[in-house]
DNA sequence: TTGATTGGGAAACGATCATTTCCTATAAGG
DNA sequence: CCTTATAGGAAATGATCGTTTCCCAATCAA
C-alpha cells in the first residue's frame, strides 16, 4: 500500500518488498505484550493491533516466540536509547544516578505505569520456562547493574557519593529500587508518589 | 480413598464429603501459578500437580479463576503470618523493619526466589485484565505499604529510625526495595547478595 | 520478457484449552 | 430404607490457540 522504507533486515535481495515498517510493528507489540503478557497475549491481539494478518507476521518473525524476542530486544534497546540522553544531561556520579531514578519514575506512573516493563513482564511470564528468555531477562538486569555499579564508582571519583559505600551492593540496591518503581506502577501510583521515591532513594548514596 | 478431615469450607453438611484437603491442595498451587503465571498455567498442570481430577476441582473451586483467586487469598494469608512471626521476634521499629528485609531477602533467594511472588506475578500478569485481581493486588501492596509506614513511626516514636523521615514515602520506598528483590530473586541469586541488600537498604532509616 | 524469490492475505489445520456431562460413590435427613 | 445432595472421575465438547497452506502480487536478475 504504502511505498517501501528503508529495510534494516534484509538490504533489498529479490522478491516482494516487505510492505510495513518493522520498527513500528515491533512498537506496538511492545505495548501488547506488556500490558497483556506473553501467554496472555493471542496472535489475533497481534494481528489486530499491528495491522498485519497472521501469515505476514510469521513470514518475518517465524513464530511468535520470534516476534517476543525481537519485540523484547527492541524494548531494550528502546529503554537504553533513552536513559543513555537521560545520562548524557547530567554531570556528576549522582547526578546521573538521579537521572536514573527520575527516569524510572517518570515510566512507573499513570497509563504507561500500568501498562509496565516488558523486562519485568518477561521475568516473571517466561523466565522459568524459557531459557533463552531467561537470559535475556538475566542479561538486561545485569547490564542495569552494572550500569548503576559503574555511576556509584563515578560518584565516589568526583566526591558526590559517599566513599565507603560498596559499589556493587549500592547499585543492586538501586536496581531493586528501579525494578519495584516499575512493579508497584502497575497498581496505578501518581507521578509525585514515584518522584517522591526517587528522591528517598538519594539517601542510598549518603 | 482417605478418612475426611476436618472441613472449613463447609461443616459436614449432605453428600459425600471431600477426600482431599483444600489448603494443601491450594499451596501446591501456589507453587503451579508462582512459576507458571496464570495463563501459562493448564488445567492439566494444576490436575497433575494436585492429584485431583479436573471434575473434582471444577466441584471445589468453579473454575479456573475461581481457583486462582483462592490460592491468591490462600499465599497472602501464607505469607502475613510468616512476616508476622518474624516481626513479633523484634522489639524496635528498626529492628521489625530488618526482619521484614530479612524476611524478603530470604524469600528471593535461590530456588524459592526463581519460583517467585504470587502478589508480582499476578500484579504483571493478570492485573491489567482482570479488576477482582488487580484490586487484591493492590490491596495486598496497600497492606504491605501501611505495615512498613506504622513500623517506621514506631521507630521514630523509639528512637530508632530518624526522626526528620517521611513515614509514607520512607514506607514505599522500602516497599520498592522488597519488591525488587523478589523480582530480581527470579534471575537466581544467592543468599549473600540478598542480604547485602537487605543491610544496605536500612540506611533508608537513618 | 522470463524465472526466481519473497511478501500479503484468506482460509484451513491439528492441537490444546477450559469447561461440562454423565455416571458411580458416599454421606445426611426423614 | 429412601430421598436428597455432594464428590470422584473418565470422557466428550466447543472454542480458541498457534501455525501452515495456497494463491496472488511485487520485486530482482537475466
Same mark, same amino acid.
Given at each position: 500500500m504504502t511505498p517501501p522504507a528503508s529495510l534494516p533486515s534484509r538490504q533489498r535481495g529479490?522478491?516482494?518488498? @516487505?510492505?510495513? *515498517?518493522? *520498527?513500528?510493528?515491533?512498537? @506496538?507489540? +511492545?505495548?501488547?505484550?506488556?500490558? @497483556?503478557?506473553? $501467554?496472555?497475549?493471542? +496472535?489475533?491481539?497481534?494481528?489486530?493491533?499491528?495491522? /498485519?494478518? #497472521? =501469515?505476514s507476521l510469521y513470514k518475518a518473525f517465524t513464530d511468535k516466540r520470534g516476534l517476543f524476542l525481537a519485540t523484547f530486544d527492541r524494548y531494550v534497546a528502546l529503554r537504553a536509547e =533513552?536513559?543513555?540522553? #537521560?545520562?548524557?544531561?547530567?554531570s556528576t556520579g549522582r547526578a546521573k544516578i538521579r537521572a536514573v531514578l527520575d527516569f524510572y519514575a517518570d515510566s512507573s506512573h499513570g497509563p504507561d505505569g @500500568?501498562?509496565?516493563?516488558?523486562?519485568v513482564a518477561s521475568a516473571v511470564d517466561l523466565a522459568t520456562a524459557d531459557a533463552a528468555v531467561a537470559a535475556r531477562v538475566a542479561?538486561?538486569?545485569?547490564?542495569?547493574?552494572?550500569?548503576? #555499579?559503574?555511576?556509584?564508582? /563515578? =560518584?565516589?571519583? *568526583?566526591?558526590?557519593v559517599a566513599p565507603h559505600l560498596d559499589a556493587a551492593v549500592t547499585a543492586?540496591?538501586?536496581?531493586?529500587?528501579?525494578q519495584g518503581m516499575r512493579l508497584i506502577g502497575k497498581t496505578?501510583? $501518581?507521578?509525585?508518589?514515584?518522584?517522591?521515591? #526517587? *528522591?528517598?532513594?538519594?539517601k542510598l548514596l549518603d
Open positions: 529479490p522478491g516482494r518488498p @516487505r510492505e510495513f *515498517d518493522t *520498527d513500528l510493528a515491533l512498537d @506496538r507489540a +511492545i505495548a501488547v505484550f506488556s500490558e @497483556r503478557g506473553y $501467554h496472555g497475549t493471542a +496472535i489475533s491481539d497481534l494481528t489486530q493491533a499491528l495491522g /498485519l494478518t #497472521a =501469515g =533513552g536513559l543513555r540522553a #537521560a545520562l548524557d544531561a547530567a @500500568r501498562r509496565g516493563c516488558l523486562v542479561g538486561a538486569l545485569d547490564v542495569n547493574e552494572g550500569r548503576l #555499579a559503574a555511576l556509584v564508582a /563515578l =560518584g565516589q571519583a *568526583d566526591g558526590t543492586r540496591l538501586l536496581l531493586c529500587v528501579l496505578g501510583r $501518581h507521578a509525585t508518589e514515584m518522584a517522591a521515591v #526517587a *528522591d528517598g532513594a538519594l
